[in-house]
């Protein structure tokens, strides 16, 4: 049983306003000229998400906070504005054990958290399917629980999927609309008043424990054959 020391942090109004501006003003000149705006938002974005970190590690075992580059990569994209508009970061779980992360994504309008496994490799995606195609029953569980429910619903988020069935897969299996899904992940959104609460770090810390089961299942998934035999090695 985990008990969590809440822990009061919230996102600033003032972020969201440079990021409602930057969005108005996409270009390298605007933003050097906000450089210092930018570099005082970034680091109480980073106070934020340390703060979540502590009490995330209450309630699993996390190896590294990630946040991403405000940059964007333009190499290969149509759209050649500079930066993002939104702010990011993810917490990956320690060891070869534990297996997906944890996501904050904060943007004006267009706030949410997530966890799960976004766009596993071919290997884990096979592996996932047929745990799906062998016995629905856990996962079902898990997605049915009232609180899991109430907080994600009980469907993947459907980023993508394949329209028919997969590979060896038959389209009249009982558990097609799981087994469809290329990405296994769930998100829940914020208002921009809501993520201005003081409390804001609390409600994200009570969901991610909810998480938890669903990724410690995944987890035990993809370290496992389909006999349950472990793949890590001794």
């Known amino acids: 049983m985990f008990i969590i020391t809440f822990i009061m942090a919230k996102i600033e109004l003032s972020l969201l306003n440079f990021l409602s501006e930057l969005k108005n003003n996409n270009n390298r000149e605007w933003f050097d000229e906000q450089k210092t705006r930018y570099k005082q938002e970034q680091a109480i974005f980073n106070e934020f998400g340390n703060t979540v970190l502590e009490g995330l590690q209450q309630i699993d075992k996390i190896e590294k906070m990630k946040i991403y580059r405000i940059y964007r990569d333009v190499r290969f994209s149509k759209d050649k504005t ?52 062998m016995d629905d029953t856990e996962i079902r569980d898990i997605m049915n629980e009232k609180n899991f429910v109430k907080i994600f619903g009980n469907k993947f988020e459907p980023y993508s999927q394949v329209k028919t069935a997969p590979r060896g897969f038959s389209k009249e299996h009982p558990a097609i609309e799981l087994i469809k899904n290329k990405t296994f992940f769930f998100q829940q959104k914020f208002t921009d008043k809501e993520i201005q609460k003081d409390n804001f770090s609390n409600q994200v810390l009570k969901s991610y424990k909810v998480l938890r089961p669903f990724l410690d299942y995944m987890s035990d998934v993809l370290t496992t054959d389909l006999n349950g035999v472990s793949l890590l090695e001794e």
Do not use: V
């Open 82 to 133: 500079p930066y993002k508009t939104n702010r990011t970061l993810n917490y990956i779980r320690e060891g070869e054990a534990l297996r997906g992360g944890y996501y904050i994504h904060i943007a004006p309008g267009n706030s949410f958290i997530a966890g799960g496994f976004f766009d596993p490799n071919p290997t884990d995606l096979m592996r996932i399917r047929k745990e799906f195609e």
